[in-house]
């Protein structure tokens, strides 16, 4: 890598994690796709034009990447380009003269009540460590959060008593989510029994390892698999199943999507709706089972 595009990387990286607030894994993300653009023969300096991406990406769909590995392909461009033209070091954003490939959005997967009501019972509530998985799996569900917010609860912003805990989600974007009369009960349970586990430099996290050590997104999904995989009928859920689930079951309960945008933290509603889908094609399900005109 030339000693130019290195410096110009290294204070994009900054930029994202320092003054954007991105998460390590996406900030990893953007240094990997742009580090393997440079490495193709491209370059983020003089050379950073519309062709050299161009024929990047051509190539890479050629390999059998998929729209969507595509789409983000373009969007790191994009965000890449628009950052050179703000700091001075490129007059014109090239980047925007790409276009991204069309995507067909699937519909997020999520569980029923009584599915998720089996993973919940799946867990051994009689040891802390079931406890502790199920107040888990109880936050991912009753609050509709992210395995990695779930991860980086504070101890000091749960509320057991006003039944709220305060997330910080992506881009740094706070809120306080109300929690369950359930989840608060399991919540309430293991912060009891939290302070066995408790050692020198605790982390402050709501959820540690039996040793002490802050659980990370990748225990959360393990602790999530295992409920799974004693409860058949929810068979292939993830963390983000459970949000997927909490979203869906709100706005079918007649919530409103704002509201939902907001308990999500979602930073705009586009995203938030493709949730409106679900219950549409549950309303579609309904009409054609009980509607005379609805049969054939």
């Known amino acids: ?35 393997d653009f440079i490495d193709d023969g491209g370059s983020i300096g003089n050379g950073f034009g519309v062709t050299p991406m161009r024929e990047y990406l051509m190539k890479r ?60 019972n799946a867990y051994d509530v009689s040891l ?22 779930v991860a980086s609860l504070l101890l000091s912003d749960t509320s057991i008593s006003n039944r709220t805990v305060k997330v910080m989600g992506k881009g740094k974007r706070e809120r306080i989510v109300p929690i369950p009369v359930g989840t608060s009960e399991y919540l309430a349970k293991w912060v009891q029994i939290r302070k066995q586990f408790s050692c020198k430099g605790d982390s402050g996290t709501l959820f540690v390892s039996i040793r002490g050590r802050k659980l990370d ?23 983000h199943t459970f949000r997927h689930s909490f979203a869906t079951h709100l706005l079918n309960g007649g919530a409103d999507i704002r509201t939902v945008q907001e308990l999500l933290g979602h930073a705009g509603i586009g995203t938030t709706q493709i949730y409106t889908h679900l219950t549409t094609e549950k309303l579609k399900g309904v009409y054609l089972k009980s509607h005379p005109r609805g049969k054939k």
């Not at 994009?12 to 240094?31: C, I, M, N, W």
């Not at 997104?217 to 963390?239: C, E, L, N, Y």
């Open 1 to 35: 890598m030339q000693e130019e595009d290195r410096l110009i990387l290294q204070s994009f990286q900054d930029e994202l994690r320092y003054g954007r607030g991105l998460s390590p894994h996406t900030v990893k993300a953007y240094v990997s796709q742009i580090t």
């Open 61 to 120: 769909s050629s390999a059998g990447l998929s729209p969507r590995t595509i789409a983000r392909m373009v969007s790191c461009f994009h965000t890449l380009s628009r950052w050179l033209v703000e700091t001075g070091r490129s007059d014109i954003d090239h980047a925007q003269l790409l276009q991204p490939p069309r995507i067909h959005r699937s519909l997020p997967g999520f569980l029923g009540v009584n599915e998720v009501k089996s993973v919940l």
């Open 128 to 149: 802390p460590k079931g406890i502790r998985d199920r107040a888990i799996v109880e936050l991912l569900y009753g609050a509709g959060l992210r395995a990695a917010e």
């Open 217 to 239: 997104p990748r225990d959360i999904r393990r602790i999530v698999s295992a409920g799974v995989d004693k409860a058949a009928r929810a068979a292939g859920a993830t963390p």
